[in-house]
């Protein structure tokens, strides 16, 4: 069964529920980031802060696929994935605003979203730096013999680091449950896509490393959904990876200190694509499915729009860390067994 | 108590370590069916199979960050670099990854990791073989750096970093691999972060660690001739740095001479320096003095390379400075 072949049927009340939680969830994620942009510019963020906006099919499709036993690793455009994964939209903004409250307890910022018990293993900073640690992640659940899935988020401008060929060619020779997706937005901050890369196929690059490949719309749920959901019935036992192109396009700068388009994008480009609005598309399908009314969509938002307005109020109410925090969590509390 | 090498000591810790924790793996280049590079990894494969001796193509970078990954959800990895000179290629890993995880995840995930290795030069194998990395390791916060000295603190030191919970460089003397010397059968563990002293002395402290600590008992046997005891110190952990021996020795002796294979710039000896002068200035008779490596890449030919290197000779010549008995 894949998304695609059930949707294009009546939608059961069950998967009625689904679609419109997945709705909730990119919306959740668009306003989330407005917000969010809203208080950088206000100063009450810090340091670097990249939005999803634009991105949401992929993030939420992908994760729908999940189990909550799997894990995530991911980039510094990490918010939106954060909140889909079931990270609390308190505890996210809480860490934007630097708070003890924050889900890294304000050490980690913007780049750094993890909360363990959700399998959620961090926005990670260095371009391509965390491809490895998913590997590292499936290595391990080859080793226990589980069928949990590792998932790894990158951009597709870190294809061209060593860390993604040397990841992938571990994945490819050991098959490990990876699932490699690369959100290609087309451009590495300011640099386009094929001005960085000489084949710039970049699916055809899982050719290398004898792994499976799929070119996905990202602006198109369902077709995330999908091709998420065969992934990871590759990634579960006996297991393979795949690498995953999802093309995709930020609406917004590369992070706030980027205009929407800059010297290397024009703006009949960001207009033409900000037509194919992932959110947009899959209202306009919810509709035509009978899934959800407008009515509905406005309610959702408002929801939405006070569930981010409340996480707002709670960041900018709760406490800094404690000063002692500066120096706790370099090293383990507990030395066990290390004889110290 | 059996004698056995050095290479045999951390042999026998990581069959003993494997062999009490199912989560502890061994992951690197050659590791498995080559028996290791430098045979400290021989019939491991055999023992515990290709599960847990994991060869990998010559991609540090990859298998360093796949060894952060596996210990962020519990393993125990020990990653071998078949020396530290080709783990530069993964100190993003290190540093970015391992060394910051548990404080950036607000405590939520530690990276019990050993990165271990030969370090240090070793003869005539020119510059790019011949480096000393412990004083850049331990710059970092989040880091342990661990660098025994003879047989017997190789395995009580390798055993207590595969049980610790943070991520622990573990730099082994290139040169100390064939280095003979009694072992503790069976288990047999060190403190990580405690210095030792290796000869008692009066006169003069000599604060060293790995490769020098040998160097340094030279140079004291050659001092006791002319009536000069010196007191050798050999720091083991250079993160955390056991301040305390390094300050109750010198309150004893007033005078010190800190000796490292690698280079002077912010070199170890200088954060060592720095600890005495603030802490226990007043116990000093003299100036700290360092002997490093000289402030150059590593020459091929023998004799620059002899010049380049520390000796006993160099650190005699140090002590006497320091107390006030040089010739010239």
Known sequence: ????????????????????????????????????????????????????????????????QLRPDDYIVTTYRDHGQALVRGISSRAVMAELFGKAAGCSKGKGGSMHMFDASLGFLGGHGIVGGHIPLAAGIGFAIKYRAKDQVAVC???????????????????????????????????????????ATATWNISERAASYDMSREVVDGQDLLEVMAAMDRAVVRARRPAAPTLLEIRTYRFVGHSMSDPIHGHYRTKE??????????????????????????????TMDKEVVAEVQDAYDFADAAEDPELEELYADVYAPVQAGSGE | MPTLTYRDALNQALREEMQRDPDVFLMGEEVGVYQGAYKVSRGLLEEFGPNRVVDTPITELGFAGVGVGAAMVGLRPIIEFMTWNFALLAID???????????????????????????????????????????????????????????????????????????????????????????????????????????????????????????????????????????????????????????????????????????????????????IQREVFDELDGPVLRVTGADVPMPYNKRLEKAAKVDADKVVDAVRKVTYTANS
């Open chain 1, 153 to 195: 988020f990158f951009g597709e401008a870190a294809i061209n680091n060593g860390a993604f060929h040397e990841a992938l060619n571990m994945a490819g020779i050991w098959k490990l449950p990876c699932i490699f997706i690369c959100e290609n937005n087309r451009y590495g901050m300011g640099t386009a896509l094929d001005r």
């Open chain 1, 1 to 64: 069964m894949t998304a695609s072949t059930k949707a294009s049927r009546k939608p059961d009340t069950k998967l009625a529920e689904k679609y419109r939680l997945y709705l909730r969830q990119m919306l959740l994620i668009r306003r989330f980031e407005e917000k969010a942009g809203e208080a950088y510019s206000l100063g009450k963020i810090g340091g670097f802060c990249h939005l999803y906006i634009g991105q949401e099919a992929v993030g939420v499709g992908c994760l729908s």
């Open chain 2, 93 to 275: 890993q290190l540093v970015n990854s391992a060394a910051k995880m548990r404080y950036m995840s607000g405590g939520q995930v530690g990276v019990p990791i050993v990165f271990r290795g030969p370090s240090g030069s070793a003869l005539q194998l020119a510059a790019q073989h011949s480096q000393s990395f412990e004083s850049m390791y331990a710059n970092i916060p989040g880091l342990k750096v661990v660098m025994p000295a003879t047989p017997a603190d190789a395995k009580g030191l390798l055993k207590s970093a595969v049980r610790d919970d943070d991520p622990i460089v573990f730099m082994e003397g290139e040169m100390l691999y064939n280095v003979k010397g009694e072992v503790p059968e069976g288990e047999y563990t060190l403190p990580i972060g405690v210095a030792d002293i290796k000869r008692p002395g009066e006169h003069v402290t000599l604060v060293c660690h790995a490769k020098t600590v040998a160097i340094a008992l030279k140079a004291a046997q050659q001092l006791e001739a002319d009536g000069i005891s010196a007191e050798v110190i050999d720091l083991r952990t250079i993160r955390p740095l056991d301040t305390a021996a390094i300050f109750e020795s010198v309150g004893k002796t007033h005078r010190c001479v800190v000796v490292e294979e690698g280079w002077p710039f912010a070199g170890v000896g200088a954060q060592v320096v720095d600890e």
């Open chain 1, 269 to 298: 480009e960001v207009e033409a694509h900000r037509k194919r609005d992932p959110i947009l598309l899959w209202q306009e399908k919810l509709k035509a499915d009978g899934i959800i009314t407008e009515e509905q969509i406005a």
